[in-house]
């Protein structure tokens, strides 16, 4: 089982940056599908960025250009550096790992084997 903590959430003016980290144990996180997701009360949890467990990264058309995810497998925590935020970026932001053996994704909820406890992202203009 891979345990997962987030931290670096916070409130932040628009056009203001923030750096979400994602510190795993449990798995090396080289061996990981590593992804973010983000919700908001009311809806589905939605795919923000992931990195695949040879290097593979992948963002969402929505934070392109604006937010990158990157690994440090020394460190095995996964970041998120996010730029230029917006209003509409405003949700409770979650780390997810899954166990890959190869070429697996993680951009759905359901690919997850594990999950952060979430931290909260509040943009305000």
């Known amino acids: 089982q891979v345990h997962l903590v987030e931290s670096g959430g916070g409130s932040v003016q628009a056009g203001g940056s923030l750096t979400l980290s994602c510190a795993a144990s449990g798995y090396p996180s080289s061996s990981l599908c590593m992804a973010w997701f983000r919700q908001v009360p009311g809806s589905v949890r939605a795919w923000v960025a992931s990195?695949?467990?040879?290097?593979?990264?992948g963002v969402a058309d929505s934070v392109k250009g604006r937010f990158t995810i990157s690994r440090d497998a020394a460190k095995n925590t996964l970041y998120l550096q996010m730029n230029n935020l917006k209003p509409e970026d405003t949700a409770m932001y979650y780390c997810?790992?899954?166990?890959?053996?190869?070429?697996?994704?993680?951009?759905?909820?359901?690919?997850?084997?594990?999950w952060g406890q979430g931290t909260q992202v509040t943009v305000y203009s």
């Open positions: 997810a790992a899954r166990i890959s053996r190869a070429f697996e994704t993680c951009t759905a909820p359901d690919d997850a084997d594990s």
């Open positions: 990195v695949r467990r040879f290097g593979t990264l």
